[in-house]
């Protein structure tokens, strides 16, 4: 019987021939060699549809004295760079046959230079069992927490920022007469919503923001054009036991230099889900996280269930006790959920403070 499973979820084609059309047609700084391996840091790349301009001077001496002249201005719309990744955060679960609701995640980045959606689809593995009416659920408002009132059913993601990224779950149903160790794993797949109904050179010439000719970087460049292409992620699985309880964790940063980067001063708000099966309740169950190495603890930040629960030891569920946070549930009666969150700042020195 498992009683306790930890998972734990961080808060991605085209055709060859396409991608060196594209090339001959773009400017040569896209495609020169060195250039791919700053495709997979946004941050370090120029924005697509940026203007580049330059004027050189010429300075020399005449009877006159020294002469100074300026060349001729000379410029450049940087094209699109178009790439994406897709990270799965639930790599397995355990699942009960019969259960509604068991949600994989996964994490969809913007890995190109310029803003874009991404088209989101599913395929099953071929294993001991196709998991049944599976949905894709979007983290709409990007809190890492999933919430039917503010997230949505949705199979594109919101427009995302060069290295932004957004948390997407495949809820599934697990057959009825799954048996007990069978295995059912699907995988996510990305493909860019400004090429959904094709990805040929004609298409791709002025797809990019701003009207710009559009580039695939390396991963999109590994899958086939149109939109059976793609990035896939790798694997996550069902598998079917005789589950007690499950804890999820997740996180979200708050993005101080917007560039979806973690330095210090970052804020890292934490969501644990302790979700209980069909197996019995879970009695007197309790959370408790060690705030990480590196980070520090924001006083009165811990809530249960979306309520604030005080830092202290005293008559609600919640303490921090200095070095971690501790919420008791009491007894979680079969097929109920449980939600904790709290809130750390990256630090400076890179211990705890």
Not at 60 to 81: C, H, M, P, W
Not at 104 to 125: K, T
Request: charge should be negative; aromatic fraction near 6%.
């Amino acid at each position: 019987m498992r009683h306790l499973n930890a998972i734990f979820a961080e808060k991605p084609t085209a055709a060859r021939g396409a991608v060196a059309a594209a090339c001959v047609l773009t400017a040569a700084l896209v495609c020169a060699p060195g250039v791919a391996k700053a495709q997979f840091d946004p941050a370090s790349m120029t924005p697509a549809a940026s203007i580049i301009e330059n004027v050189a001077a010429l300075t020399f001496t005449d009877q006159y004295g020294r002469q100074a002249l300026n060349s001729n201005k000379v410029a450049l719309k940087v094209q699109e760079i178009v790439d994406v990744s897709v990270e799965t955060l639930t790599p397995e679960l355990d699942v009960e046959a019969n259960a509604n609701d068991q949600r994989l995640a996964f994490r969809i980045r913007n890995l190109g230079n310029g803003r874009e959606a991404f088209d989101l689809s599913f395929e099953h593995i071929d294993d001991d069992f196709d998991p049944e009416a599976c949905r894709i659920i979007v983290d709409w408002d990007g809190d890492g927490r999933l919430d039917m009132t503010k997230d949505r059913v949705s199979s594109t993601t919101p427009v995302l920022a060069p290295g932004e990224s957004v948390v997407a779950w495949v809820s599934c149903h697990i057959p009825e007469n799954a048996r007990l160790g069978a295995l059912g794993r699907i995988r996510l797949r990305a493909f860019p919503t400004a090429l959904r109904n094709g990805a040929t050179v004609s298409d791709m010439s002025k797809a990019g923001n701003g009207g710009v000719f559009m580039v695939f970087g390396p991963n999109l460049r590994g899958g086939t054009a149109g939109t059976n292409g793609g990035v896939t992620s790798p694997p996550a699985t069902y598998r079917v036991g005789e589950v007690v309880a499950q804890l999820i964790k997740s996180q979200q940063i708050v993005d101080v230099l917007d560039n979806n980067t973690v330095v210090t001063g970052t804020i890292v708000t934490y969501t644990l889900e302790a979700r209980v099966g069909t197996g019995g309740t879970a009695r007197q169950a309790q959370i408790t996280d060690v705030i990480p190495v590196g980070a520090t603890y924001l006083a009165n930040s811990l809530t249960l269930d979306g309520a604030r629960l005080s830092d202290a030891e005293d008559g609600d569920a919640g303490r921090f006790t200095g070095g971690a946070i501790e919420v008791g549930l009491g007894d979680l009666a079969p097929q109920s959920s449980r939600t904790v969150t709290f809130k750390v700042r990256i630090n400076a020195t890179g211990k705890n403070q």
